[in-house]
Nanobody, 124 residues
Framework: QVQLVESGGGLVQAGGSLRLSCAAS????????MGWFRQAPGKEREFAAA????????YYADSLKGRFTISRDNAKNTVYLQMNSLKPEDTAVYYC?????????????????WGQGTQVTVSS
């Protein structure tokens, strides 16, 4: 069992930056693939970024490459999402998720555990 708690969301102007954190409970955090998803009002939850258990491989939605960076610190049971050059269309609730090694990283259904989400609002 893994419990996930996101933090770091807030209101930022376009062009600004935010760093989201996701703290995980449980001793098996380092064995999980971790992902970030986001959901805007009236839209489906969509993949943003993922990182493998060692932190050696990262994956991004094409639209976010170059602006978002995912990282993890297994000693702290925490995964991060650094978001730069934010745009109003990045406004969404951002969710952290954990899933087994080897999953299809972009698929919501592949992740077993989810956080409660943190709101990110980008003003123009």
């Amino acid at each position: 069992q893994v419990q996930l708690v996101e933090s770091g969301g807030g209101l930022v102007q376009a062009g600004g930056s935010l760093r989201l954190s996701c703290a995980a409970s449980g001793r098996t955090f380092s064995t999980y693939t971790m992902g970030w998803f986001r959901q805007a009002p009236g839209k489906e939850r969509e993949f943003a970024a993922a990182i493998n258990w060692r932190g050696s491989s990262t994956y991004y939605a094409d639209s976010l490459k170059g602006r978002f960076t995912i990282s993890r610190d297994n000693a702290k049971n925490t995964v991060y999402l650094q978001m730069n050059s934010l745009k109003p269309e990045d406004t969404a609730v951002y969710y952290c998720a954990a899933g087994p090694h080897g999953l299809q990283y972009g698929a919501v259904r592949e992740y077993n555990y989810w956080g409660q989400g943190t709101q990110v609002t980008v003003s123009s």
